[in-house]
């Protein structure tokens, strides 16, 4: 009886933490996708990026792309239920489902959501892990809604890593932050089985190679 009450003051407190912390990091931003140069495009797109980058992406949507609107893929546990909280402080929704439950529900509402024209927001190694390995599902959310997977990650100088199985992070106030919106990826219609598994991969290794900050070392633009 007291989960309601805990999930709200949670989820206050969590959409608290982020407008307190968002604002004071120190941005530097590689945008190879395009989308912040033209936030206005009416096609939507999948973003991806990993379960432990969760905490500042509902102020980076919010800031970068405020004229947007976008929902989520959340667990439907009770944990998603206070994620779903934060989320609607900034204006975001939240699909409830996981490949455990409502798996095939929740994905059928993500695509009424693009045709929408709403963005999608998907952590492809959530809920449950394993860390840093893609599941399948956004691919072939991007396969039959013809939309583009755009990958997404940040790094950050000075953070606490908690010792969940993602090692969730989070960061500290005033810290260097490298945000990096990858390159677009395309799924075709009509892609066969060995496709699918090839862009998996593909995205997979894409935001691993993000997250090893090299692309931090190559260039980058202070917003």
């Known amino acids: 009886m007291f989960k309601k009450p805990r999930n709200i003051l949670v989820g206050w407190l969590g959409s608290l933490a982020i407008w307190m912390i968002g604002p004071t990091l120190r941005m530097r931003v590689r945008d190879d996708s395009g989308m912040l140069s033209a936030p206005d495009s009416p096609s939507p797109v999948i973003f991806a990026f990993w379960h432990n980058r969760m905490f500042l992406m509902p102020y980076l949507y919010s800031h970068y792309l405020p004229i947007r609107r976008a929902v989520c893929l959340v667990s439907a546990s009770q944990d998603g239920e206070m994620i779903a909280r934060v989320l609607d402080r900034f204006g975001l929704g939240a699909v409830r489902g996981s490949s455990s439950r409502r798996g095939k529900e929740a994905y059928r509402e993500l695509a009424e959501n693009l045709k929408k024209s709403w963005d999608v927001a998907i952590t492809p190694d959530g809920p449950r892990g394993p860390r840093y ?82 692309a931090e070392k190559r260039s980058g633009q202070t917003h």
């Open 133 to 214: 390995e893609a599941h399948s599902g956004v691919v072939g959310l991007a396969s039959i809604s013809g939309c583009a997977l755009i990958p997404v990650s940040y790094q950050l100088k000075w953070k606490i890593e908690l010792p969940t199985w993602d090692r969730f992070i989070i960061p500290l106030p005033f810290s260097p932050c490298f945000l990096h919106l990858g390159k677009a990826i395309h799924v075709a219609e009509t892609a066969k089985e060995e496709e699918m598994e090839r862009t998996r991969l593909n995205l997979e290794n894409y935001l691993k190679e993000m997250d090893g900050g090299g």
